[in-house]
């Protein structure tokens, strides 16, 4: 009975390895095609400058950073931050004061004028 369970132990490990290897080759293929998909976005791609309005105040965004999952990272220089992505609406980094740009694609911030691309 001792040899069973032993050879049941070396074949739990050694599933639990292939497992493992499985998996960590999932991520690091999912990691490369996102870095693929990331070095395809530039800064040509964002508007330099996004303007929003709180309670009457107005605000201006200016694009920071590009992350490698495609976020791209707006901060006014007051340190006021959002994000927002090619395809999905803007959001606010901390608070919770919505603004004129609160949800908006990028698409429907340049259509109402608040979105700034660099002329080329």
């Not at 400058?49 to 950073?65: D, F, K, P, Q, W």
């Not at 959002?82 to 603004?99: E, F, M, R």
Request: proline letters at 2%; one cysteine or more; charged letters at 10%.
């Amino acid at each position: 009975m001792a040899h069973v369970a032993s050879w049941q132990n070396i074949a739990r490990r050694i599933v639990g390895r292939l497992t493992f290897a499985g998996l960590t080759l999932l991520l690091l293929a999912a990691h490369a095609n996102s870095a693929a998909r990331a070095a395809e976005v530039s800064f040509s791609a964002f508007p330099f400058m996004i303007a929003c309005e709180v309670n009457g105040t107005h605000h201006a965004y200016y694009l920071s950073r590009i992350g490698q999952d495609g976020v791209a990272v707006y901060m006014t220089p007051a340190g006021q931050a959002g994000t927002i992505t090619l395809s999905g609406g803007a959001k606010q980094v901390g608070g919770d004061v919505q603004s004129t740009c609160s949800g908006k694609t990028l698409e429907q911030l340049s259509s109402a004028g608040q979105a700034y691309y660099q002329q080329r």
